[in-house]
């Protein structure tokens, strides 16, 4: 898939709006307000994928004339979620600027490929895919493909978080690995981030919508109601117009330039001593990896199992210990054991089936 750049706005672009559009009162108030803060793309569900039955499941069509009088009146461009070949049709013919696949629907090729064949005759339209709810960096690419072939290039990527079944204090754990796997392959990209799905909650926005700026992201998506608390969706998580604005002054938004050139000489002369150090790395793992071997090798001559608990036990108690004497995050010198753990058990694998 070729990606080229397409997005000549501001950035970071800044797409707000209601999580559902509601009545035609809060939908007018809401992007009133919006415009008032300088915002000039809006959002709405209007069709709400509900993960329980007897949920709010969003207006409908009903929205569309509040939309088409919001754009009229704000001259605002709109996004709005698609779901079927249907809503894609409604959302043609009621002129909305922007149709984004949400993450319920990414994880569906067949849904997605009914969407981006409804959309053949509309390849000027902009279209965003939200990451698949598992992570699964693949499912996620696949969709954006899909779209790619049907002829769409003003093409964008959100990035709003994966389900967990784990306890977290995000709605969804962000994961930032895969959005950054995700832009390596495909610089030219558009990035944005959905603050709001990721954390579930107010206060932890501005944490995740600075986090997207460090990591270099194009845009953000954040909900926001003329009224919180009296939201019919996601209330705990949304904004006032008002308060959104607050969040958005505090934004430090990072270069993509380097303001001369000796920042960069001197930013090269750190890089080559991380060089330096990785080689250093490496040797060292290296050289753990060959004892493992050797361990292997002994161990099948006994016939002793590759595995052994009490031992890696150990290995995952005290290491964790010893880094967090460097200064080291216990939990990074964890997940880094248990990888290397695993390459052990590969490698001690290979040696009790050599010669089978
Ligand atoms: O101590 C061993 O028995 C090893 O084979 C080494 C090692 C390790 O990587 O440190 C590998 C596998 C075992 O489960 C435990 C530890």
Not at 2 to 7: L, M, N, T
Not at 133 to 161: C, M, S, V, Y
Not at 321 to 350: C, M
């Amino acid at each position: 898939m070729e990606i080229k750049q397409w997005y000549e706005g501001e950035k970071p672009w800044i797409i707000a709006g209601p999580c559902s559009a509601e009545t035609e009162e809060q939908m007018m108030e809401t992007v009133e307000g919006l415009v008032n803060q300088g915002i000039t793309t809006i959002r709405a569900g209007i069709w709400k994928p509900r993960t329980r039955p007897n949920s709010f499941e969003g207006v409908g069509k009903k929205a569309f004339p509040w939309i088409k009088k919001a754009k009229e009146i704000f001259k605002v461009q709109f996004a709005i979620e698609v779901a079927s070949a249907q809503h894609v049709e409604m959302a043609l013919e009621n002129d909305i600027d922007i149709l984004w696949v949400g993450a319920r629907t990414t994880v569906n090729p067949f849904n997605v490929q009914e969407i981006a064949d409804a959309l053949k005759n509309a390849t000027d339209k902009t279209v965003f895919v939200k990451n698949p709810i598992n992570p699964d960096l693949n499912l996620w690419i696949g969709a954006l493909e899909r779209f790619h072939q049907a002829g769409i290039t003003k093409l964008g990527a959100i990035h709003r978080g994966f389900s967990t079944y784990q306890e977290s204090i995000y709605r969804n754990i962000p994961l930032w690995q895969i959005p950054i796997d995700l832009k390596s392959r495909y610089p030219e990209l558009l990035l944005i981030c959905d603050p709001s799905h990721i954390a579930g909650k107010r206060d932890l926005l501005f944490e995740i919508a600075q986090k997207a700026m460090n990591l270099r992201y194009d845009g953000l998506i954040i909900e926001s109601h003329r009224d919180p608390a009296a939201a019919w969706s996601d209330a705990a998580q949304q904004l006032t117009p008002a308060n959104l604005r607050v969040l958005l002054d505090k934004l430090q938004i990072r270069d993509l330039t380097f303001p001369s050139e000796k920042f960069q000489n001197e930013l090269d002369h750190f890089r080559d001593e991380i060089d330096e150090t990785d080689k250093e790395l490496l040797e060292v793992l290296a050289r753990r990896l060959e004892l493992v071997k050797k361990v292997g090798t002994y161990k099948k001559d006994k016939n002793v199992a590759i595995f052994q608990l009490e031992r890696w036990n150990t290995i995952l108690q005290n290491r964790p210990e010893w880094g967090n004497q460097l200064n080291l995050n216990p939990e990074f010198v964890k997940t880094l054991y248990q990888a290397i753990h695993d390459e052990s058990i590969r490698i001690q694998t290979d040696i009790y089936h050599e010669g089978e």
